[in-house]
């Protein structure tokens, strides 16, 4: 038989910053500055990806493809959240996230127009 590795500080800490953070959300204030940040970050990725993909002409199926990736991994997570019937903190910066890409990358698409 093998003996278990004790796990480290590292590992530790990682291991508990999700109910750490849960914890930290209870608060209103605190739950709806993640949001906007979730919102305002994802909305900054998707302009960028737009630019860049916009800016550089040849790089459009490649953009697609790694939008269409990422936005099926965040559906699929959220699907896989959706069965539980308790608020989670990572559920909404999903959906924020998810509203915030699909702004930005339709933002720079009629500005592309």
Same mark, same amino acid.
Request: glycine share 14%; aromatic share 8%; no cysteine.
């Given at each position: 038989m093998t003996a278990r590795l @004790?796990? !480290?500080? +590292? @590992?530790i800490s990682f291991g /508990? *910053? !999700?109910s750490r953070l849960d914890q930290w959300a209870v608060n209103p204030w605190r739950r709806a500055s993640l949001m906007l940040i979730a919102l305002g970050a994802s909305f900054a990725l998707g302009n960028s990806i #737009? *630019?860049?993909a916009g800016a550089l002409a040849l790089m459009d199926p490649v953009a697609a493809l790694v939008t269409v990736a990422?936005? /099926? &991994?965040m559906v699929r997570t959220r699907r896989h959240w959706a069965r539980d019937r308790q608020k989670h903190l #990572?559920?909404? +910066?999903l959906d924020m996230s998810r509203i915030g890409l699909l702004?930005? &990358?339709l933002l720079e698409g009629f500005k592309l127009l």
């Open positions: @004790q796990k !480290t500080r +590292l @590992q /508990e *910053a !999700t #737009g *630019a860049i990422i936005w /099926e &991994l #990572g559920r909404d +910066l702004y930005g &990358l």
